[in-house]
């Protein structure tokens, strides 16, 4: 099983964002309702006033804010389903699994397109609020540890954020230049390596050295 992360791996920009600003274009009362708090958010989560799952839980308010929900995002996935990356497409297989910090709702109608699996954040649009962890970072690690899935045979991220994840994987891969470029994941140093272990439990299968 191969294992992706989505937005800047197989996927250039942000989906999350991007659909933000496609909302806000189709609705221009966003621009009022929603936007100004937005960037007050985005300047309190740079300043670190605010943790990044608050700013989160906030900036993803404008989707309860969608009345014609599903048609949008279709709409949206119409126009932007070629900006997945073509590296992907040639590769792709039917157990492939998506682990994604974008809302669900967003993920889910692209991972269906493409015919395979996905996990991302759960996100109720009706009371703008997470309903399990933020799929981030070590999120996902454990949430392929607690489902018990099989060993991952490559994992891909644009981010070493997921090093947990790619600590697990038989093969890691680290993208780049907008979701265009697959390399090998940077090796770890012993004191790094240190560092990782003592966040998670041990017993885990670590094949990077």
Known sequence: MNVYDFDGTIFHPNCSALFAFWC???????????????????ILYKTGKIPEYLFLRRFFRYLCLIENFDE?????????????????????????LILSASPGCIIGP???????????????REYGVFTNNLMYAKEKSRYIIDHGFPMIENFYSDSLSDT????????????????????DWPELDAETLKKVRRKFDTGWNIHLK
């Open 164 to 183: 947990p994840l790619a600590l697990c994987a038989e093969k890691a891969h680290l993208v780049t230049n907008k979701a265009s470029t697959v390399t």
């Open 72 to 96: 949008e995002i279709g709409r949206f996935w119409d126009r932007y389903e070629k900006n997945i990356s073509s590296w992907y497409l040639l590769q792709k297989k039917p157990d492939d």
């Open 110 to 124: 692209i991972a269906n397109r493409l015919g395979v699996n996905y996990m991302a954040t759960e996100f109720d």
């Open 24 to 42: 806000m274009t189709r609705h221009p009362k966003l621009w009022f309702t929603y936007f100004p708090s937005a960037a007050k958010n985005l």
